[in-house]
């Protein structure tokens, strides 16, 4: 599967002197994890710090895959309002999607806090203005469930907008404790520190294919095997290859950089910014003054018309942002297309399966996707230290697509 085509920013911004080397022969280990992107990342770092023996595999270069094209955009709140996850899944199951995802992002804090590399993490709040006037009931509603179950939100109205903002909107929701990220930088930072703690990883490296037994799996790879008491598969997107879930479903997504801007005095403490309208035009800049812009979402053009489908894309976000925020110098640097999943129910695919014995996933589908890995490493870690957490059947993969509430 092409996941990413155009070019994307973040691989300009580091240069590992970390080489990995492809597996060749046999090897074995407690825990295998298949994927090097950030679920695999945040999973192999919590499993390897707990003394487990680790080995991690993927078939292109670390972080090269979705991590490569992930904005960075880090938020508590999610595509699916709490609101509508309480209508949904009932209030305890929608409350405690929200505060999985809060306490999520204070981890991925301490993770990135904890790395010898600087993955640009840095903290944001968030503006989800209402995209028209429709939409400002919705917004009110919203900011009346997040303060009732304790979650940290401001409901700002035009004038308050006007005042932070070079532009109008009817009201926003105004969050706090959030963050941005360079994903590939941390995905990097990540496996370095996983192997300080002695995980074995190795790049370039596919999974052709595994067989199951009652002690374990065999993993084969082209030039090896592994044999794995547990194997947790961390493919990402790809993993609709490897098993298809009738709960998910693949988009293209499209995202620039812009060349760095002198000033940026008129957007509000650099906040991360998007919309209710669906699909929504989301911004977020960088420490070096450069705006990133995604959003455009739409079915998987034909292979031979990414490249330029991301050109174009581009051009349409770049016209968008300036629509915002208005200046003669702004300029597409890079620009670039992807592969995005999500769920039809909003919410990401976590643990078990009953045809993959020994075996959990970590498919954090949805615009949340770097949240939902690390509530997915660390729900998978107490699994395999046979710590038993009924959070995780809140993300089964065998559920139904709507759950009823409870």
């Given at each position: 599967m092409d996941l990413v085509y155009g070019t994307p920013y973040w691989p300009s911004t580091y240069n590992s002197d970390v080489d990995y080397p492809s597996l060749h022969g046999?090897?074995?280990?407690?825990?295998?994890?298949?994927?090097?992107?950030?679920?695999?990342?945040?999973?192999?770092?919590?499993?390897?710090?707990?003394?487990?023996?680790?080995?991690?595999?993927?078939?292109?270069?670390?972080?090269?895959?979705s991590s490569s094209a992930n904005t960075g955009l880090l938020q508590y709140t999610n595509d699916k309002t709490l609101t509508s996850c309480i209508n949904t899944f009932g209030e305890e199951k929608?409350?405690?999607?929200?505060?999985?995802?809060?306490?999520?992002?204070?981890?991925?804090?301490?993770?990135?806090?904890?790395?010898?590399?600087?993955?640009w993490f840095i903290p944001r709040n968030s503006f989800c203005f209402a995209s028209s006037e429709e939409d400002v009931a919705m917004l009110e509603e919203?900011?009346?469930?997040?303060?009732?179950?304790g979650f940290d939100a401001e409901l700002w109205y035009a004038d308050q907008i006007k005042s932070h903002f070079p532009f109008e909107k009817p009201a926003a929701l105004y969050t706090k404790g959030d963050a941005e990220v360079n994903p590939y930088r941390f995905v990097q930072g990540l496996f370095e520190s996983t192997a300080q703690y002695g995980a074995r990883i190795y790049e370039q490296t596919e999974m052709i294919h595994c067989v199951y037994d009652d002690e374990g799996v065999w993993c084969y790879t082209p030039h090896g095997k592994i044999r794995a008491k547990q194997v947790v598969y961390a493919a990402g997107y790809e993993t609709q290859e490897i098993k298809k879930d009738k709960g998910a479903y693949l988009k293209a997504t499209y995202a620039i950089t812009t060349k760095p801007l002198p000033d940026l005095s008129r957007w509000?403490?650099?906040?991360?910014?998007?919309?209710?309208?669906?699909?929504?035009?989301?911004?977020?800049?960088?420490?070096?003054?450069?705006?990133?812009?995604?959003?455009?979402?739409?079915?998987?053009?034909?292979?031979?018309?990414?490249?330029?489908?991301?050109?174009?894309?581009?051009?349409?976000?770049?016209?968008?942002?300036?629509?915002?925020?208005?200046?003669?110098t702004l300029e597409v640097d890079y620009a670039w297309g992807a592969v995005f999943g999500n769920t039809h129910d909003g919410l990401p695919l976590i643990g078990t399966h009953p045809d993959y014995p020994h075996s959990y996933f970590v498919e954090g589908y949805g615009g949340n996707g770097t949240v939902y890995s690390m509530i997915a490493a660390s729900l998978i870690e107490d699994a395999i230290n046979g710590i038993e957490n009924d959070d995780m059947k809140l993300f089964s993969l065998t559920r139904t697509s709507k759950p009823s509430p409870t």
């Open positions: 046999e090897i074995s280990c407690d825990c295998l994890i298949i994927g090097g992107g950030m679920g695999g990342a945040l999973t192999s770092r919590l499993l390897a710090e707990r003394g487990l023996d680790t080995v991690v595999i993927d078939k292109r270069k670390i972080a090269h895959g929608g409350v405690r999607f929200y505060e999985l995802c809060r306490k999520a992002m204070q981890q991925l804090t301490e993770m990135a806090e904890s790395l010898k590399t600087d993955a919203e900011y009346q469930t997040l303060q009732k179950h509000h403490e650099q906040a991360m910014i998007w919309e209710t309208a669906r699909p929504y035009l989301y911004m977020r800049t960088t420490p070096d003054n450069r705006i990133i812009a995604g959003g455009l979402d739409e079915e998987i053009p034909e292979h031979d018309q990414r490249e330029l489908r991301a050109k174009n894309q581009g051009d349409v976000l770049l016209e968008e942002v300036l629509s915002y925020f208005p200046t003669d």
